[in-house]
Nanobody
């Protein structure tokens, strides 16, 4: 069982930056692929970024490529999402997710992840 707790959300102006953190419980964090998803009001939850267990490979949605960066620190059981050049359309609840199935390549769909955090709100004002 894995518990995920996100933090770092808030209100920021267009063009600003935020860094989200997701702290995971348990001793096997380094064996999980990790992902970030987001859900805006009235919309489906969508993939944002993912990172392999070792941190060697990352995957980013086209909508945030070049602005968002995912990273992880396995010694701290934490995954991060650095968000730069934020836009109003980035406003959403951001969720951290863990994949315990030892998939070779991190998934980009919700069904690829079996543990989820409670989410953190990010609001970008225009």
């Amino acid at each position: 069982q894995v518990q995920l707790v996100e933090s770092g959300g808030g209100l920021v102006q267009t063009g600003g930056s935020l860094r989200l953190s997701c702290a995971a419980s348990g001793r096997t964090f380094s064996s999980y692929n990790m992902g970030w998803f987001r859900q805006a009001p009235g919309k489906a939850r969508e993939f944002v970024a993912a990172i392999k267990r070792s941190g060697g490979s990352t995957y980013t949605a086209d909508s945030v490529k070049g602005r968002f960066t995912i990273s992880r620190d396995n010694a701290k059981n934490t995954v991060y999402l650095q968000m730069n050049s934020l836009k109003p359309e980035d406003t959403a609840v951001y969720y951290c997710a863990a994949d315990s199935t030892r998939r070779v390549v991190p998934g980009t769909s919700r069904i690829s992840y079996d543990y989820w955090g409670q989410g953190t709100q990010v609001t970008v004002s225009s």
